[in-house]
């Protein structure tokens, strides 16, 4: 049986050190503060951008909510967003995707001031991540890390298999596996015997956006397995990527469903606001 990695927990244990910097900040008059960008009124959308004003909350950090209509024009959140760059209050710009079909979301990420990109989307924050460079690193592979570290899986040296290849996913979990020098491979919809490669995995690594694709037959016997997908099924039950009542037995360790990656993702946009604050106010040694 495995162990089940316990996303609630430490993301809440990251989301109270986060507070407790804070409150350290405080005592040098600096109160970090987030803005979030809502466009249009996607149903999943409004749910998150909610949870991270309340997150916000919990924090003790200030919040700028900007909720847009659905025909806001390109041009329209463009110029928001330069509005918010040069607010001196505002430490990080998260604007909430998928955004209206009519809108760019590449010049939108591109417009986001590189110093305030908490999402960790922003070209110059994935080129100082792939070159080893401080700076943003995006959200949810930040968390996976989190929770590998924090459950004190060691990966140096590891065989570490990633699947999926998306820009705020599967590539940034690839590098950042890389710097924790385990020997990677990123395996997509192209790869040919997924299977077998995933079979050579000690730490399987799941973004692969299909309900439980990933069974017992994808896994080594004793492999840490981290779950990242998320979907909604029919009566509102989630699931992730990988069929945890079959990859369970087989594993050492595996995140469950919800309670493993889902929670990371927003104590990672806290420690990225934190940190993108003290970076401003010159306090970080890097
Ligand atoms: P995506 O659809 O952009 O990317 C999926 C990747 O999987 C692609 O690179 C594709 O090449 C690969 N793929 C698709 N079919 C495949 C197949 N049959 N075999 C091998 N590879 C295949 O998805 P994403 O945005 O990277 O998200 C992945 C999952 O993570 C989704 O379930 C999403 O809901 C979830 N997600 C969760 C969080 C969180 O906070 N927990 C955040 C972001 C995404």
């Known amino acids: 049986m495995a162990e089940l990695i316990d996303g609630k927990a430490i993301s809440q244990a990251i989301k109270d050190e986060v507070r407790n910097e804070r409150a350290e900040l405080e005592k040098k008059g600096i109160r970090p503060c987030l803005a979030v960008i809502l466009c249009g009124n996607d149903p999943a959308s409004t749910v998150y951008v909610s949870n991270k004003k309340k997150a916000c909350e919990y924090c003790g950090f200030d919040s700028v909510s900007l909720e847009l209509p659905e025909e806001t024009t390109q041009e329209e959140l463009l110029s928001k967003i330069r509005e918010l760059n040069d607010d001196k209050k505002v430490n990080g710009i998260l604007v909430q995707l998928p955004l209206p079909s009519h809108i760019d979301e590449n010049a939108v990420i591109a417009a986001i001031a590189p110093e305030k990109d908490v999402d960790g989307f922003h070209a110059v924050s994935v080129g100082n991540l792939l070159i080893g460079r401080p700076g943003f690193v995006s959200c949810t592979p930040a968390g996976v890390i989190q929770l590998l570290k924090r459950s004190g899986v060691e990966m140096a040296g590891k065989e570490c298999v990633v699947i999926g290849r998306s820009n705020i996913v599967g590539k940034p979990m690839a590098v950042l596996m890389l710097r924790e020098n385990a020997t990677v491979t990123v395996c997509h919809s192209k790869t040919k015997n997924l299977r077998e490669v995933c079979k050579r995995a000690d730490i399987l690594i799941v973004a692969v956006g299909k309900p439980k694709m990933i069974d017992a037959s994808y896994v ?67």
């Open 220 to 286: 080594k016997e004793g492999a840490v397995v981290i779950d990242v997908g998320i979907h909604r099924l029919e009566g509102k039950k989630l699931c992730g990527d990988v069929d945890f009542e079959s990859v369970e037995p087989v594993a050492s360790k595996i995140t469950p469903v919800p309670g493993g990656v889902g929670p990371m993702t927003i104590a990672m946009l806290m420690k990225n606001c934190l940190e993108g604050c003290m970076r401003q106010n010159g306090l970080l040694n890097e």
